[in-house]
């Protein structure tokens, strides 16, 4: 079956921004954004709103880093629904990631998944056949050729439409 344009599906994978190492003793789940995530973040929101790529859905890892991220970049895109927390996508590989997605999915036509690396990378390299670095704070635009999200597995073969590392945004 052929996929038109209508039936496309747009990946959004956003690598949380970088966190703070300062409390030796915190739970890495624990850790908070140092000042540069705390920069970067919002840059990420307002980069996702200039470039008309507002998400219908935004999901996140539990863990602080990844939260705070998706709530300064919610902002940042003036997202007008709460974040989905989703305990799965800590640390999470691939299939995990897929399987939050294809659960929370719904209706949405844009979903942006905060998380984390190494599983981020893989889950692009994996969707794209581009091993990408993902730097904290990159941000990877996955167009995929499926009408529903429930129809997502690791293997689905997208296109990297774009890729933003923090030191490239010109925002």
């Given at each position: 079956?052929?996929?038109?344009?209508?039936?496309?599906?747009?990946?959004?994978?956003?690598?949380?921004?970088?966190?703070?190492?300062?409390?030796?003793?915190?739970?890495?789940?624990?850790?908070?954004?140092?000042?540069?995530?705390?920069?970067?973040?919002?840059?990420?929101?307002?980069?996702?709103?200039?470039?008309?790529?507002?998400?219908?859905?935004?999901?996140?890892?539990?863990?602080?880093?990844?939260?705070?991220?998706?709530?300064?970049?919610?902002?940042?895109?003036?997202?007008?629904?709460?974040?989905?927390?989703?305990?799965?996508?800590?640390?999470?590989e691939p299939e995990a990631i897929v399987d939050v997605v294809r659960s929370l999915?719904?209706?949405?036509?844009?979903?942006?998944?905060?998380?984390?690396?190494?599983?981020?990378?893989?889950?692009?390299?994996?969707?794209?056949?581009?091993?990408?670095?993902?730097?904290?704070?990159?941000?990877?635009?996955?167009?995929?050729?499926?009408?529903?999200?429930?129809?997502?597995?690791?293997?689905?073969?997208?296109?990297?439409?774009?890729?933003?590392?923090?030191?490239?945004?010109?925002?």
């Amino acid at each position: 079956m052929r996929v038109g344009a209508g039936l496309m599906k747009t990946l959004l994978v956003l690598r949380h921004a970088k966190s703070s190492w300062k409390q030796p003793g915190l739970a890495d789940h624990d850790r908070p954004l140092n000042r540069r995530g705390n920069r970067d973040a919002p840059r990420v929101g307002l980069l996702l709103r200039r470039q008309a790529l507002t998400p219908d859905l935004i999901v996140s890892s539990t863990a602080e880093r990844a939260r705070a991220t998706a709530v300064q970049v919610a902002e940042g895109v003036v997202y007008g629904s709460p974040v989905e927390l989703d305990r799965q996508l800590y640390l999470a590989e691939p299939e995990a990631i897929v399987d939050v997605v294809r659960s929370l999915g719904g209706e949405a036509s844009r979903v942006l998944v905060v998380g984390h690396n190494p599983g981020l990378q893989e889950l692009v390299a994996r969707l794209t056949g581009r091993d990408e670095v993902l730097p904290t704070a990159s941000l990877a635009q996955i167009e995929l050729p499926i009408a529903e999200w429930a129809e997502l597995r690791t293997f689905t073969r997208g296109r990297l439409v774009r890729l933003w590392r923090p030191k490239e945004l010109d925002v």
